[in-house]
């Protein structure tokens, strides 16, 4: 018996047979080339022919799972439209006399690994898988070989590299229990896919090669890789693995449940997204709506200020899927660990207490003045709440609603609808803590940022893996700061949320109920246990 660890990306437990995943040789020869202008057109081709085939696997996925799932295909058509990518490759065919799939490769590569090197930022680092699968279909397509896929027969425990979003929505699903993988991110498209299949998942995992048809375990809980199994090892996870499953069940049948407490208080339970893809989890995990919709996302994947009308666009979707339940968008937040270039920030010493979130939008007001614009304009396709991350001051959230109303005013001379729209801030300061008292005079709501509350209250950097062993949220510091602002927001009728992972915490829902707190907003796939909690709570006790 031998054991791996590495990160869960998502919780449970899967016992069966290793297999391990292996691409093609894709190696791929370099060759001069006489007709440079002809090499061109021959990638131009392929790359219509890629574009096609990813037409047809857009199509297929959305029939068969969703819309969601086939929207990769859909960014893979994008990135063949990439100037800065095409311009790389014609230079390389036509300046330096290259061959296609040797430019494409190249060029592919190159991409991916500054992608990859982006450690700050997950999201781009889960992009860099995607680059590399659109380079390698157009590779391909040059080579005249054909489409393959992974496929299995019996349910298998999947090891790889790293899975391509394009092989990851062409595997049979029924027939993966787990995947492990050796790279990837926890926003790579392997956890997304994990997370939306309810199975476990491991990234970071250096499984042996002859892991293959060996029967193993995933301790999705303790990152953990079993491989050949020892039968008291077996045992012991057959029964945890039984007492998962009806977990799991007890907790399907939660759907469409009340989120009250013995006693009768209800609360909100909501769900929390950082992209527009997120909001089928949010439907199937049967939230009440959205608590927090981390707008990020739109810049991060952008290599340009995201318009009004993208902007737009995005917001209305989310706010149309929700079917009038509250969708609360927390307005840029970026800075600190999430770093976006064309933003043009200079290096700062410390960051996490630097120029970010608030501070940005209030000093670049048109960026700023863009989404609100955007947001408002949404609000009348649904029912919208705006939320404004790391205030500090009753100053900063008058200047903001001052803004509010100036954008408001212009959408309404140009003739543009907007709804009600509730305007709250996030609690993640210690200094919004102590005034809360005076900011609940301003605002409609509070939504507590424990993630952030904690790094400031206990002045622990949260991107610290040093620190991790006393970055305590449950630290008494954080409790009272929490309950202090419940307590302060409802002497002003201002409702209270919570939205930072702490949310999620069932060991600690019993006493942010006790404290007050009006909603919980939690990750997709924690609803229905955040729920459990609630309802095996009793007040009157
Ligand atoms: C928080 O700080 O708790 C929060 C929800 O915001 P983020 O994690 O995006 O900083
Ligand atoms: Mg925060």
């Known amino acids: 018996m031998t054991e791996f660890t590495g990160k869960a990306v998502f919780g449970g437990i899967a016992i069966g047979l290793a297999s391990v995943y292996r691409k093609k040789d894709s190696s791929v020869e370099k060759r001069t080339v006489e007709d440079p202008g ?5 990638f131009e081709e392929a790359v219509e022919t890629a ?6 696997l857009y199509d297929k996925v959305a029939e068969e799972v969703d819309e969601e799932s086939a929207m990769v295909f859909e960014v893979h058509q994008m990135m063949l439209e990439d100037d800065d990518y095409l311009e ?17 490769s190249t ?7 500054m992608f990859s090197e982006m450690k700050d930022d997950e999201y781009m680092q889960g992009r860099a898988a ?3 699968d659109v380079s390698s279909r157009v590779v391909r397509i040059l080579s005249g070989a054909a489409d393959e896929t992974a496929k299995s027969d019996v349910p298998m425990i999947l090891l790889a590299d790293d899975l391509a979003p394009s092989e990851t929505v062409q595997l049979d699903k029924s027939k993966i229990l787990s995947f492990v993988t050796r790279f990837g991110s926890t926003n790579s498209h392997t956890s997304i896919l994990a997370r939306t299949m309810n199975i476990p998942a491991l990234i970071r995992v250096d499984f042996p090669e002859d892991a293959d048809m060996k029967e193993a375990i995933v301790d999705g809980f303790a990152g953990k890789l079993i491989l050949e199994p020892d039968e008291k090892t077996l045992e012991h996870y057959r029964e945890l693995y039984k007492k998962e499953q009806e977990k799991r069940e007890l907790l399907e049948k939660l759907k469409g449940k009340e989120n009250k407490t013995i006693d009768g208080r209800e609360i909100r339970l909501f769900a929390n997204i950082g992209s527009v893809s997120d909001v089928s ?25 995201p318009t009004e009308e993208e902007q737009f666009k995005a917001y209305k979707t989310v706010a149309e899927k929700l079917e009038g339940r509250e969708v609360i968008i927390r307005t840029l937040d970026i800075g600190a660990d999430k770093s976006c270039d064309y933003f043009g920030i200079e290096k700062e010493e410390n960051p996490a207490l630097g120029y970010r979130a608030i501070r940005i939008c209030l000093d670049r007001t048109d960026v700023f ?13 649904g029912c919208i709440g705006i939320m404004f991350p790391m205030i500090i001051s009753v100053d900063e959230v008058r200047e903001i609603k001052k803004i509010v109303e100036e954008v408001k005013a212009s959408l309404k001379e140009e003739g543009h609808e907007y709804g009600d729209v509730e305007l709250g801030i996030m609690v993640e300061t210690p200094a919004a803590v102590f005034m809360s008292e005076e900011l609940a005079e301003e605002v409609d709501f509070f939504s507590i940022g424990t993630n952030d509350l904690t790094q400031y209250t206990l002045a622990i950097d949260r991107q610290n893996a040093r620190l991790e062993k006393i970055n305590d949220p449950h630290h008494p510091a954080v409790l009272r700061a929490i309950e202090t602002t419940i307590k302060n927001g409802h002497k002003h009728g201002t409702w209270v949320g919570i939205c930072g992972e702490l949310a999620a915490d069932t060991s600690l829902t019993e006493t942010f109920l006790r404290m007050g707190v009006d909603e919980l907003s939690v990750s997709p796939s924690r609803v229905l246990s955040v729920r459990d909690a609630i309802r095996k709570t009793d007040l009157s006790k």
């Open 107 to 113: 060029i592919g590569d190159n991409f991916a690994e």
């Open 369 to 381: 003045k863009t989404q609100l614009r955007a947001i408002y304009r949404a609000s009348h396709y």
């Open 38 to 42: 002809k090499e061109w057109e021959r």
């Open 130 to 132: 995607d680059i590399k």
């Open 281 to 305: 989890d949010v439907l199937n995990n049967d939230a009440g709506g959205i608590g927090l919709f981390r707008s990020e996302f739109l810049y991060l994947e952008s290599s340009d200020y």
């Open 51 to 56: 574009k096609e085939e990813l037409q047809a």
């Open 88 to 104: 790389s490759i014609e230079d390389m065919i036509k300046e330096e006399n290259l061959n296609a799939e040797y430019a494409v």
